[in-house]
């Protein structure tokens, strides 16, 4: 079964600040990769997603991922945040066996200080 | 893109009782699932809600505690029954459209407390 492992759960920055949150995922075949954002009192809106070709992904709102398939991992990034990026991040997997659903991180909550 | 209405955006309710849920989208998709979203927790996945048939449930979950229809391809409802205070949780609605690789979208959630 496939898992996905955010390990930051809690993350405190300034603004500015440059963001990685860290995605690991468990599954050793093909792989669809996607971040989600949730916004406080919002829902769950797609910030980028990972199918094939360029590892490199931009997302919305100057996010981007990169895809390193020999560490089984979907890290998300962001060379300078605001506050309004204060939110809970999502990785999510979906691995190519034809089951549709996505299986998701358990979450990390980013804080932005202004 | 789809909108997706989801009612009632928030419920408390007794021990025991069932609450339903209900997922309205304003076009024809192809998957529907609904995932709840436990307090400090990710999502997890319930069931996928099949047209027409029997919905298919993830491990942990059984039909009898988590009766879902889908009686067309906008609709589908979700019922958590003989709630306990474990059952509180937020409760989503999600649907595919056009195949994996265009977006999955999200409804609001249901916010469901139980006493």
């Known amino acids: 079964a496939q898992s996905v492992s955010q390990h930051n759960h809690h993350v405190i920055l300034s603004e500015a600040a440059s963001l990685e949150l860290g995605c690991n995922y468990s599954?050793?075949?093909?792989?669809?990769l996607f971040w989600y954002v949730q916004y406080p009192g919002q829902h769950l809106q797609l910030l980028l997603k990972?199918?094939?070709?360029?590892?490199l992904v931009k997302g919305i709102k100057g996010f981007e991922a990169e895809f390193i398939k020999s560490k089984f991992s979907f890290n998300l990034r962001k060379p300078s945040v605001q506050w309004s990026d204060t939110a809970e991040y999502f990785c999510?997997?979906?691995?190519?066996?034809?089951?549709?659903?996505?299986?998701f991180g358990s979450g990390t909550r980013l804080q932005v200080q202004p | 893109s789809a909108v997706i209405s989801q009612k009632p955006s928030r419920d408390i309710c007794q021990r025991g009782t069932s609450l339903t849920i209900q997922c309205q989208v304003d076009?024809?998709?192809?998957?529907m699932f609904w995932y709840r979203q436990q307090p400090g927790q990710s999502l997890t996945l319930i069931a996928t809600?099949?047209?027409?048939?029997?919905?298919?449930?993830e491990s942990g979950f059984v039909i009898d505690k988590f009766p879902i229809s889908r009686p067309n391809l906008t609709f589908s409802t979700l019922t958590v029954s003989n709630m306990s205070p474990e059952d509180s949780s937020i409760y989503l609605c999600?649907?595919?459209?056009?195949?994996?690789?265009?977006?999955?979208?999200f409804g609001s959630g249901t916010q469901l407390s139980v006493l």
């Open positions: 076009s024809q998709v192809t998957m």
């Open positions: 599954y050793g075949g093909t792989v669809n």
């Open positions: 999600s649907v595919e459209i056009g195949g994996l690789r265009e977006k999955l979208f």
């Open positions: 999510a997997v979906n691995a190519d066996t034809g089951r549709r659903a996505l299986t």
């Open positions: 809600a099949n047209q027409g048939s029997e919905a298919t449930y």
């Open positions: 990972y199918f094939s070709g360029d590892p």
